[in-house]
C-alpha cells in the first residue's frame, strides 16, 4: 500500500501553505503525543492513531469506465475563469438544497443537489419509498436496486443532478444514534451491499448518488461545534465530538461499506459533522486523501456536509472538493453570509496558496459523473415548486437570479406507490407469532388499538414527534412529504369489510393507558387485537430510550389484560426493547420500521397472509437497554475546547458481535424473522476446493474504484440446500457467517456476516443456493502490513437463518 511522502511533507513544501489546524488537533489522550508532522508509524495507528497527513491530494484517472467522462471535464474545465471554477466547488443558496450556479455561456444549467434517502424531501406529486432500514430488512438485493432506481427518476423528472444518499454510516454503533433508520443495517457486509444496490439503481436512472456519511459519523449529539453566542459565531467554545478509533475497526466495520459504494462508482462522497481521531472529518487529509482517494481509489468528489467545513485551504488541501451549502455557512444553528471557499478560494489561488492544479482537480472530479451519466444532454430542469419547500435557503436567500423552465408542480409518481406496497410487506420483520396467531383467518372481531394505527391529524410536514398518526418516515433532512398515505386503519377496515367483520378502533393512549378500556369490546371477546406503536428518532437528536414512544408498553399492558389474542405492530427507528414480549396473550410482533406511504396496505398485505413475510433483523433487539454497548458521548465534564471525545474501545464489537462474543443473550437476534413457513438447511458444502495457490497478503493490482481489485476475487465457494419443510410457499433468506481461525488478532469476532440470498420456495421444494465468498470476506485488516491479510488455519463457515441460527458448518483452512 502506498504511502504518502512524508520526506515531502518533513521537508516543509507541502506544510507550508497549509492552516495549522489542518490535519490533526490536539486531542485530549493521555500517553499519546500529539504532533502534526509525523512520519508513518504503525504503532501509533493501533490503537488510536492520531493519522500522519496524507498530502497532497490525488488526481483523479477516471479509472473504472470514467476516462471518456474525464476526458470531457478536463476540457469543460479549461474554458472557465478562476473564479468560475471556485464557483463550482462551492454551493450559493438557491432553489435546491445545494445549488451550484449555473454557467449559461457554457450551456450549464448548474447542479441540483436534493435530500435523501426514502423521498425528494423537497418534492409534491413525488413518492414516500420505504425507509433504508426498512429495504435493508427486506435483505432483498433486487429490492434495494429497484427502490433507488425508482427514488433517482422522480428526482431526475424533478430536476436534481445528485440525490444526498444513500447512507453508509451511521451503522448504528449504538442503537441510540437518531439517523440508524436513515442508513441500513448494524453490520458492514449487509451495508456494504445495500449501498451497491442502491447507488447502482439511483446511478443506471442518470443521478449522481452521494454516500455519506464519511466516517465514523455514529451521534447526533455534539456533532457540530458550540459556538459563542455573541460573537460572530466563529469562536468554539466546544468543537464538534472526535470518533477515536483504530484503524483495523475503521477498516473493517466503518470503512467497509464505503468501499462497497467507490466501487459501484458512486459520484460522490459526503464527509461527516464529527471529527475523527481529533481532525474534523472534512479536513482530515489521512481520511480523504490517503483512504478514499487512494486506497479506495475513490474517483469522484467529496462533499462537505451542510456546515461541515471548518477551514478553507485546510479543507481543500486535505481533499475535500465542495463545500456545502457553501455561500451560507453553518455555524452550529447559526446561518451566516460568505464561505471559507467562493470568493476567498479565488485569493487564495491568486495569492499561491492552494495550487490551481488542485482547484482544476476539484472541478473535474466534479464533473466528470456529470458527463459520465449524461447529464448535460436533455436533462429535466428544475421544478419551479421545489423552491419553496426550501427550509434551507428559501427564495429570499437567493443571491443568484435563478430561472426556472419546464412545467411546475411535475407529477412524478409514475406507478411507484404498488412497487412501495410491496417493498413494504417485504421489509416487515415477524418477529413472534404463536398460538397461530398469524396470518389472520377472517375476524369477525377486530379491534385496533394504538396512536400509530390512524392517520395523522397535523399535516403532512411531519411535525416533530406527532401524536396521532401511523408513523412511516422520521425528520430532519430524510423528513418527507406525503401526497397519499396508506394506514392500517384504513387498509385493515376496508379488508375486514369483506370478511362481514366488525371493526373498532381505540386511538388515544392516554385514554387505553386510563381505565376505561373494558367497555370497549363489549359484548363479545374480540378475535384479535392489533396494537400500532410508533418510535420517533431524527436527525438532529439521539434518542433517549428504547422503549415505544407515547406509553406504548403500557398500552400494551391494558389490551393483553383483556385480550388474549394481542398481535402487537410497531412502527420504529430500529432497536426497541419489547418487555411485553414474552406475555402469553401477546401473541405475535412484528417490526415494519418506517414503511413509507402505503404503510397501511403493507401491513395488512401481511397480517392477512398474502404476503409471506421474509424479513430479518437488521440489528439486535436486547432483553435490556442496558445489554447494549457503545453509549454515545452524552456529555463532558470539562470545558475544553476538544473535550468531546468519544471513545470506540469496543473496537469490532459492534452490534451482533459484542453480544456474540460475550455470550450474551438476546431476545430476538440479528438476522431473525419468522415466516407463516419454515425452512430447513443442508449440505453445506464447499464447491471450490481451496486454491492451492492462494497466497495470505493480496496481489497488488492497480487499484480501481473500490480498491485493490484483488480484494474483490471470488476465492471461496460454498453451496447449501434450502428446502421448505412447511405447509405454505415463501422465501428463505439463508445467511453465510465466518469464524475466523484462532491465528487471527484478537478481538476477532465469532461470527460476521459474509453471505445471504433471497429464494422463493413452494412448499416442498428445495433449491441450491451458492455463497461466493470474496477474499476481502476471510481477511482481516493487518494494521503493520497495512493490508488485508488471509490467516491461517481452519475457518469455520456457519450456514443458517440467523446469527444465531446455525444449521450446518463447514471447517477448512484457506492456506496451505
Ligand atoms: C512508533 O511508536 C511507538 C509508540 O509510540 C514507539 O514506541 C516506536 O518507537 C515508534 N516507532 C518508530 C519507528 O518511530
Ligand atoms: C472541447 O470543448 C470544445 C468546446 O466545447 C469542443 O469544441 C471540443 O470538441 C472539445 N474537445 C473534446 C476533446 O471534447
Ligand atoms: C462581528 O462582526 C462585526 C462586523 O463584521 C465586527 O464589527 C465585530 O467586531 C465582530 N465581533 C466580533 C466579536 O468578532
Ligand atoms: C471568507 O472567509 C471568511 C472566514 O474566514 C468569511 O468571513 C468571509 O465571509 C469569506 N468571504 C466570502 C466572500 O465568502
Ligand atoms: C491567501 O488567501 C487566503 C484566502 O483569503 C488566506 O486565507 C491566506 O491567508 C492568504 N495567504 C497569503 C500568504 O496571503
Ligand atoms: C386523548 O385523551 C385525553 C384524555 O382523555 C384527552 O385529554 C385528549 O384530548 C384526547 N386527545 C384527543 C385527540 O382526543
Ligand atoms: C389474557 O387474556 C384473557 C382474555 O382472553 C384474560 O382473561 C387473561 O387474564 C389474560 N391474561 C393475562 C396474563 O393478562
Ligand atoms: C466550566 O464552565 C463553567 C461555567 O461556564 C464554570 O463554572 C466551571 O468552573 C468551568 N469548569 C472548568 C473545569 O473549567
Ligand atoms: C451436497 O452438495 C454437493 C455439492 O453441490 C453435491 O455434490 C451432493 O450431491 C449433495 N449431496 C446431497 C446428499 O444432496
Ligand atoms: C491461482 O490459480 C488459479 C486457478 O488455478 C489461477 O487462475 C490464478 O491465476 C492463480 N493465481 C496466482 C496468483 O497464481
Ligand atoms: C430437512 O427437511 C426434510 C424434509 O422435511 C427432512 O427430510 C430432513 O430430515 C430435514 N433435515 C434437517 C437437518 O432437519
Ligand atoms: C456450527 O458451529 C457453531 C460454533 O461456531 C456451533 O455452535 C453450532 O452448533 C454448529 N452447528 C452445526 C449444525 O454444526
Given at each position: 500500500m502506498k504511502v504518502p511522502d512524508y520526506a515531502l511533507l518533513l521537508s516543509g513544501l507541502l506544510l507550508a501553505?497549509?492552516?495549522?489546524?489542518?490535519c490533526q488537533t490536539p486531542i485530549d489522550h493521555p500517553g499519546e503525543p500529539f504532533s502534526y508532522v509525523q512520519p508513518l508509524n504503525t504503532t501509533i495507528l493501533s490503537p488510536y492513531g492520531h493519522y500522519p497527513a496524507g498530502l497532497p491530494s490525488p488526481k483523479t484517472k477516471g479509472k473504472g469506465g470514467w476516462e471518456n467522462a474525464l476526458a470531457r471535464a478536463k476540457n469543460w474545465t479549461a474554458q472557465l475563469t478562476l473564479e468560475e471554477k471556485s464557483w463550482v466547488a462551492t454551493g450559493q443558496p438557491g432553489p435546491c438544497v445545494g445549488n451550484v450556479l449555473p454557467i449559461p455561456r457554457l450551456n450549464f444549467s448548474g447542479l441540483c443537489l436534493q435530500n435523501g434517502p426514502q423521498c425528494l424531501?423537497?418534492?409534491?406529486?413525488s413518492s414516500v419509498f420505504v425507509s433504508s432500514v426498512s429495504a435493508a430488512a427486506s435483505w432483498d438485493r433486487d429490492l434495494l436496486y429497484k427502490r433507488g432506481y425508482a427514488l433517482a427518476t422522480e428526482h431526475k423528472a424533478k430536476g436534481s443532478h445528485v440525490i444526498l444518499g444513500p447512507i453508509g454510516g451511521p451503522l448504528g454503533r449504538s442503537p441510540y444514534d437518531g439517523r440508524t433508520w436513515e442508513g441500513f443495517a448494524t453490520d458492514p457486509y449487509l451495508t456494504g451491499i445495500c449501498m451497491e444496490e442502491t447507488i447502482l439503481g439511483m446511478q443506471d436512472a442518470g443521478v449522481q448518488a452521494n454516500a455519506k456519511h464519511f466516517i465514523a459519523y455514529e451521534q447526533e449529539t455534539q456533532r457540530n461545534p458550540t459556538y459563542?453566542?455573541?460573537?460572530?459565531?466563529?469562536?468554539?467554545?466546544q468543537d464538534s465530538v472526535s470518533s477515536n478509533l483504530d484503524d483495523r475497526t475503521l477498516h473493517e466495520i466503518y470503512m467497509w461499506p464505503f468501499a462497497n459504494a467507490a466501487r459501484a462508482r458512486v459520484a460522490s462522497m459526503m464527509c461527516s459533522y464529527n471529527r475523527v481521531n481529533g481532525s474534523h472529518a472534512c479536513q482530515n487529509s489521512y481520511l480523504l486523501n490517503h483512504l478514499l482517494k487512494t486506497e479506495l481509489g475513490f474517483q469522484g468528489y467529496v462533499m462537505s456536509d451542510w456546515g461541515a467545513t471548518h477551514s478553507g485551504v485546510a479543507s481543500i488541501e486535505s481533499g475535500m472538493d465542495m463545500t456545502m451549502p457553501g455561500g451560507f455557512t453553518l455555524y452550529g444553528e447559526l446561518w451566516t453570509e460568505g464561505s471559507f471557499w467562493g470568493k476567498n478560494l479565488t485569493e487564495a489561488v491568486n495569492n499561491g496558496t492552494v495550487p490551481i492544479a488542485r482547484l482544476d482537480d476539484m472541478i473535474v472530479r466534479i464533473m466528470t459523473p456529470y458527463f459520465w451519466l449524461g447529464q448535460d444532454t436533455h436533462y429535466p430542469s428544475v421544478d419551479s415548486s421545489v423552491g419553496p419547500l426550501n427550509?434551507?435557503?428559501?427564495?429570499?436567500?437567493?443571491l443568484y437570479p435563478w430561472k426556472f423552465t419546464g412545467s411546475s408542480n411535475r407529477d412524478v409518481r409514475g406507478n411507484h406507490s404498488q412497487m412501495i406496497r410491496a417493498h413494504g410487506a417485504a421489509s416487515t420483520v415477524l418477529l413472534k407469532n404463536e398460538r397461530n396467531a398469524l396470518p389472520l383467518r377472517k375476524p369477525r372481531n377486530i379491534v385496533i388499538v394504538g396512536n400509530d394505527a390512524g392517520p395523522v391529524l397535523q399535516g403532512a410536514s411531519n411535525p416533530d414527534e406527532f401524536e396521532y398518526g401511523v408513523l412511516a418516515n422520521s425528520g430532519g433532512s430524510g423528513a418527507c412529504r406525503f401526497s397519499f398515505l396508506s394506514t392500517p386503519l384504513d387498509a385493515i377496515t376496508s379488508r375486514a369489510r369483506k370478511d362481514g367483520a366488525i371493526v373498532q378502533h381505540w386511538l388515544n393512549n392516554t385514554q387505553i393507558t386510563?381505565?376505561?378500556?373494558?367497555?370497549?369490546?363489549?359484548p363479545e371477546q374480540p378475535d384479535v387485537c392489533l396494537v400500532f406503536l410508533k418510535a420517533w428518532a431524527s436527525e438532529g437528536s439521539d434518542r433517549q430510550y428504547l422503549e415505544l414512544d407515547w406509553n406504548g408498553n403500557a398500552v400494551v399492558e391494558a389490551v393483553v389484560k383483556y385480550c388474549g389474542n394481542t398481535v402487537v405492530i410497531t412502527h420504529s427507528a430500529g432497536a426497541n426493547v419489547l418487555p411485553f414480549a414474552d406475555h402469553p396473550n401477546v401473541t405475535a410482533i412484528l417490526a415494519a420500521h418506517y414503511p413509507g406511504e402505503e404503510a397501511g396496505n403493507a401491513i395488512a398485505d401481511v397480517l392477512y397472509g398474502d404476503v409471506n413475510p421474509s424479513a430479518k433483523l437488521p440489528y439486535v433487539i436486547a432483553y435490556n437497554e442496558s445489554d447494549y454497548n457503545a453509549p454515545l458521548t452524552t456529555a463532558v465534564q470539562t470545558n475544553g475546547t476538544y473535550d468531546w471525545q468519544s471513545w470506540f474501545d469496543e473496537e469490532l464489537e459492534v452490534g451482533y458481535r459484542y453480544f456474540d462474543a460475550h455470550d450474551i443473550p438476546v431476545r430476538y437476534e440479528f438476522g431473525f424473522g419468522l415466516s407463516y413457513t419454515t425452512f430447513n438447511l443442508t449440505n453445506l458444502t464447499a464447491t471450490t476446493p481451496v486454491a492451492t495457490n492462494l497466497t495470505a497478503l493480496p496481489e497488488h493490482r492497480p487499484v480501481q474504484p473500490g480498491g485493490n481489485p484483488t480484494l474483490w476475487d471470488t476465492v471461496y465457494t460454498l453451496t447449501a440446500e434450502v428446502r421448505n419443510t412447511g405447509t405454505v410457499d415463501g422465501y428463505a433468506i439463508p445467511q453465510l457467517y465466518v469464524g475466523y481461525p484462532d491465528s487471527a488478532p484478537a478481538g476477532t469476532p465469532p461470527s460476521q456476516l459474509r453471505g445471504f440470498d433471497k429464494v422463493w420456495l413452494a412448499k416442498g421444494q428445495t433449491k441450491q443456493v451458492t455463497f461466493e465468498l470474496m477474499r476481502r470476506d476471510v481477511s482481516y485488516w493487518d494494521v503493520v502490513a497495512q493490508d488485508w491479510r488471509i490467516p491461517t488455519g481452519g475457518f469455520t463457515f456457519k450456514a443458517g437463518f440467523s446469527s444465531r441460527d446455525f444449521r450446518a458448518n463447514v471447517t477448512a483452512a484457506l492456506l496451505r
Open positions: 501553505p497549509v492552516d495549522a489546524s489542518t424531501e423537497q418534492g409534491d406529486y459563542a453566542p455573541d460573537a460572530n459565531a466563529t469562536t468554539y467554545i427550509v434551507d435557503s428559501p427564495p429570499d436567500t437567493w386510563g381505565n376505561s378500556m373494558p367497555s370497549l369490546w363489549n
